[in-house]
Nanobody
Framework: QVRLVESGGGSVQSGGSLRLSCVVSGYTYSRACMGWFRQAPGKEREGVGGWNTYGTDDYAASVKSRFTISQDNAKNTLYLQMNSLKPEDAAMYYC??????????????????WGQGAQVTVSS
């Protein structure tokens, strides 16, 4: 059974930083296609950043140069480092994983497994 557990959410002031973690279990991490998504109240879920085992990554235009995905294979953990946070970055952030390592990055429907979410609040 695949399980994804996020942590690291919280409240920061505008310009601050947070790092989200997603611990993955029951998943073939060596052939992974994963991503981070977020959903603010009243808005659709959007892709923030995606990564696959073959080293390909992609980011939403709104977070490029501010957010970075990294991974620790030994810990089966995916990270999302968020710098220079803005009030518009406030949302529930979800970690997701696909059954196929060639999934389309940033596309929510290509993911089969989801974490419970981590709340990020950014005050101005």
């Amino acid at each position: 059974q695949v399980r994804l557990v996020e942590s690291g959410g919280g409240s920061v002031q505008s310009g601050g930083s947070l790092r989200l973690s997603c611990v993955v279990s029951g998943y073939t991490y060596s052939r992974a296609c994963m991503g981070w998504f977020r959903q603010a109240p009243g808005k659709e879920r959007e892709g923030v950043g995606g990564w696959n085992t073959y080293g390909t990554d992609d980011y939403a235009a709104s977070v490029k140069s501010r957010f970075t995905i990294s991974q620790d294979n030994a810990k089966n953990t995916l990270y999302l480092q968020m710098n220079s946070l803005k009030p518009e970055d406030a949302a529930m952030y979800y970690c997701a994983a696909s059954n196929t390592y060639y999934c389309r990055l940033l596309v929510a429907s290509d993911n089969n497994y989801w974490g419970q979410g981590a709340q990020v609040t950014v005050s101005s």
